[in-house]
């Protein structure tokens, strides 16, 4: 089975250009998570999704960013205009809820996007 | 303000002894608590989970402990393996597959 599948693995950009990462979900996944990872602030999460509606926003940085689900498969997060503090390693993360007591609470990471904004 | 703390930037560790890992939270209201391994260049990946009705739980050399009332669980890997050098995330939620809420990890060397 595949699993969260992100692009690009790597973008170098240049201040003030228009950044898009991209996510596919593991099928059958109701919920989607945009996460960052830095240094200084670990993994913190930026919005996530639940049948491709937005729950929680309130962890994007600000109005540069904005992250859409235009259906079950697919999400993207998308910075514009990127500057240099928003390099970090971007990750998508989706999980199901099936409720009972087998369900884990794990989320599925995609291997990430690397940003590097000069 | 950080709901999940994890104290221990780093941890050093023989192969063959315990590693212990540990973690604290704030959010009274956290009900799944899991933890995460982390290769570099790789997303994370689960490896135990703990559901507040518990206090321990066991999968192979890994073991979580909850102590709700002093708001702490650590993981304990028992024994030690060179391969389970990797930095290792907290992470705790309100409601199980919702939003984790992670540490800022803790990278665990262990040396043979």
Known sequence: DAGVIQSPRHEVTEMGQEVTLRCKPISGHDYLFWYRQTMMRGLELLIYFNNNVPIDDSGMPEDRFSAKMPNASFSTLKIQPSEPRDSAVYFCASSFWTGGVKNTGELFFGEGSRLTVL | ?112
């Open chain 2, 1 to 112: 303000d950080q709901q999940v703390k994890q104290n221990s930037p780093s941890l050093s560790v023989q192969e063959g002894r315990i590693s212990i890992l540990n973690c604290d939270y704030t959010n009274s209201m956290f009900d799944y608590f899991l933890w995460y391994k982390k290769y570099p260049a790789e997303g994370p990946t689960f490896l135990i989970s703990i559901s507040s009705i518990k206090d321990k739980n066991e999968d192979g050399r890994f073991t979580v402990f909850l102590n709700k009332s002093a708001k702490h669980l650590s993981l304990h890997i028992v024994p030690s393996q060179p391969g389970d050098s990797a930095v290792y995330f907290c992470a705790a939620s309100e409601e199980a597959g919702t939003a984790l809420i992670f540490g800022k990890g803790t990278t665990l060397s262990v040396s043979s």
